[in-house]
């Protein structure tokens, strides 16, 4: 019997998952799970809810992978994506453009960080970090530092799969197989505010843990073209946050040793952490910023990289000197995505969706300390913006980590999503990153089932818990 087949034995199947799993390879997953818990068929979006082909909801309380915003099948960008599709749907982007794209670009340069002025379109976050590694790394070869050649990343960072962005995460789940095929990266301590090494609490932290970076750059500078960083929140990590100081002397470290800042706000941007930028709240402006995920609240695959005049014009020259960024994507500038990001910037704007976020992020704070916190094997529940993150121990005095053989997190997960919630798991922590649009009754369910199942759980594993 082939793998197929053993699959495919599964006769509570549906015959849409037995037609999935004849041929679909899914995603950051062991197929052989999918024998007793096939994929859900979802056949609707409306709002926070998504539903299956049996006509069960259930609450996508992580945006399906943080990507969207506004709740699906929003009708404002439903109707501004049908619109744009009966006109142009795509064009080449060498030496063509169009208004979309024009807009997308003016806009973005009006609210991110002032000085980033240049816009370089492709088509998901790990494209985007692979042409802001390429832009570094060529700046510098054409400003008369070949020498620069590696790049500086954290411990449990996450930038994307492909290689280059691979080479520059840290998270042995993903990196570990492919260690022979990666670039040779220098590895800073990154911080752990809540296993912090020197006993800080947040409200009063001073980003002591900015010297491990430092003594790298100290050491290494002369062959380092950038350091890359997730801003306030390390998400494939297990939403590992921390405060915007550390960005603030992370900022002013690249510029005493002339090594590039690359923000990878491909997770945190548009609202997520409370401001529309995460480097907003340290009042720094990166040398590349790339963003993706909710800059099309989850209705098509765009990226973005923004950069410096500086940088832009040590690639501007005459054809045959070779300086031009030979990078393309058959899908660059894609005119519906386009016009659907514009029509994101717009809602923000219209709706006054920063302000929604800020009232939804203290609500969400308030009920879920209340919900989370006293129970035994909850060590943190932490939150920045409107993401909020349950880490799960077996002691909350020594800060233990639960069994990683246990997958106690997936456990969880598989309980939660037979009651209606979608709350996919980083490990033993458990995460909620909703839309936007979610409403009060909305985040009681997503809180109360999420308590109901974490509880259930534990009770029938039948453990002990210190502290």
Request: with cysteine; proline share 4%.
């Amino acid at each position: 019997m082939n793998c197929t087949t053993q699959l495919l034995a599964n006769e509570q199947m549906t015959d849409l998952q037995k037609r999935d799993l004849a041929h679909v390879w899914h995603p950051c997953a062991q197929m052989k799970d999918y024998e007793k818990f096939p994929p859900k068929v979802i056949t609707k979006g409306e709002g926070v809810w998504l539903y299956d082909e049996d006509g069960k909801r259930y609450l996508d309380a992580v945006s399906s992978w943080w990507v969207n915003l506004f709740g699906h099948a929003n009708p404002r960008i439903s109707k501004v994506l049908a619109e744009q599709a009966t006109t142009l749907e795509h064009t080449i982007f060498a030496n063509f453009t169009h208004k979309p794209a024009i807009e997308v670009a003016e806009r973005l340069v009006r609210l991110t960080p002032p000085g980033l002025e240049k816009v370089f379109f492709a088509d998901n976050g790990s494209a985007a970090i692979e042409a802001a590694l390429k832009m570094s790394f060529q700046y510098h070869a054409q400003t008369n530092k070949k020498h620069k050649k590696r790049f500086l990343a954290l411990t449990n960072a996450y930038h994307g799969e492909t290689i280059g962005a691979l080479s520059v995460g840290g998270v042995d789940l993903y990196n570990e197989v492919y260690t022979p095929l990666l670039l040779d990266t220098v590895r800073s301590q990154g911080p752990d505010c809540y296993r912090c090494p020197f006993n800080d609490k947040p409200e009063s932290c001073s980003a002591q843990c900015i010297q491990y970076v430092e003594q790298d750059l100290a050491e290494h500078h002369e062959e380092l073209t950038a350091i890359i960083i997730e801003p306030l929140i390390q998400a494939a990590a297990g939403m590992k946050m921390y405060p915007a100081l550390y960005l603030t002397k992370l900022k002013a470290l690249c510029e005493k040793y002339d090594v590039h800042f690359i923000a990878d706000e491909v997770a945190v941007g548009f609202g997520r952490t409370g401001t529309l930028f995460a480097c907003e709240q340290a009042g720094v402006t990166p040398d590349f910023m790339c963003l993706s995920k909710g800059i099309t609240a989850g209705y098509l695959p765009l990226s973005v990289v923004m950069t410096t005049n500086e940088v832009y014009d040590a690639f501007y020259d005459d054809y045959g000197t070779m300086k031009a960024f030979l990078h393309s994507h058959s899908y660059t500038g894609n005119t519906l995505a386009c016009r659907i990001a514009q029509e994101v910037l717009t809602i923000f704007e219209e709706e006054n969706y920063m302000e929604v976020v800020k009232e939804k992020a203290a609500l969400l704070n308030q009920k879920a300390r209340a919900a989370f916190e006293h129970l035994p094997y909850v060590g943190e529940y932490r939150q920045t913006g409107m993401v909020g993150a349950i880490e799960m121990v077996a002691n909350k005095v020594t800060k233990e980590d639960l069994p990683s053989e246990e997958r106690i997190g997936y456990q969880i997960y598989k309980r939660a999503l037979d009651k209606g919630l979608l709350i996919r798991p980083l490990g033993n922590i458990i995460y909620f990153m909703p839309p936007y649009s979610i409403t009060e009754e909305e985040m009681d369910f997503m809180i109360a089932t999420t308590k109901e199942t974490v509880e259930q759980f534990f009770a029938e594993r039948g453990a002990t818990y210190e502290g």
